[in-house]
């Protein structure tokens, strides 16, 4: 699978979760979309970070856009980051983006793997991978929370914002328990025989016990049963899930340079 497959399955994915989540009657999460040639804007006002906020595919033949793109961000009051791949960067791309006031912030983690070929491994008897029921979503609210160490007054936007997914095609949700305690949550997304690995996370005093490989050997495994050929996902290069991953059998596709306004 090349590099501009895989950005674009990553494109695709926050699309399709963003337009749910933008189709919900009166937009109260206020997302917009932006697209410019190859180039896309995502913006969400009631969801501050970068998770969401970002701008992907940018290349440069889409300089002439940039301008634009900036604009969409300032007009909306929301802060951004741009996520560049190897194979868009250029001289000129980072040129403009310097002359324009970004900067060079991090790098983040995108890896691949053939279904197939993923490493099997046998989950601690402890731990209880089932899928979530479509009334659990405050409990998964509560989790991404409290995993991800975010504000608990926007438990109630995560609820709302991944609950509008359970009836969409290719989303699946999963929670883990250890001993009959809830503790970490996942999320899958298939399309095109493509399975992405989407968010998961655990709460802070049950990481190191196995949780999240079993989350995504979970995953990969319903991946497989329902006919994916490949499995992808992202993390922060160098952390814990990027190992984590790694120890899965996917392989680092590239790391994304990440850049943000001065």
């Known amino acids: ?28 999460m206020g997302v917009h979309q932006l697209v410019k040639g190859r180039t896309n804007a995502f913006a969400v006002e009631n969801i501050p970070g970068p998770a969401f906020n970002t701008v992907r595919g940018l290349n440069e033949s889409d300089i002439p856009h940039l301008e634009e793109i900036v604009g969409f961000y300032k007009k909306l009051s929301i802060n951004f980051r ?38 099997e491994q046998s989950p601690p008897p402890e731990i209880e991978i089932v899928p979530l029921k479509k009334d659990e979503f405050d409990l998964f609210a509560s989790i991404y929370v409290q995993g991800f160490g975010l504000p ?27 001993k009959n305690i809830p503790v970490g949550v996942a999320v899958l997304y298939i399309q095109n025989e493509i399975a992405t690995l989407a968010a998961a996370t655990t709460l802070p005093e049950y990481r190191g016990k196995g949780v999240q490989t079993t989350l995504i050997q979970k995953r990969i495994q319903v991946a497989i049963e329902k006919g994916a050929k490949h499995i992808m996902s ?4 160098g952390s814990a ?18 850049w943000d306004k001065f």
């Open 1 to 28: 699978m090349d590099f501009f497959l895989i950005d674009q399955t990553e494109i695709q994915t926050l699309h399709s979760r963003l337009s749910a989540i933008q189709a919900i009657e009166g937009n109260p």
């Open 82 to 119: 741009i996520e560049i791949i190897p194979t868009n960067s250029s001289k000129s791309l980072f040129r403009a983006l310097t002359e324009r006031g970004f900067y060079q912030s991090g790098f983040h983690a995108s890896f691949i793997g053939e279904a197939m070929k993923i490493n």
């Open 152 to 178: 608990s007054f926007i438990q109630n936007g995560i609820k709302q914002n991944n609950e509008v997914l359970f009836d969409v095609p290719g989303w699946e949700f999963y929670v883990a328990y250890v």
């Open 234 to 237: 992202e993390a922060a290069f």
């Open 241 to 258: 899930s990027h190992r984590n991953m790694e120890r899965a059998g996917l392989k680092l596709a590239y790391t994304k340079a990440l």
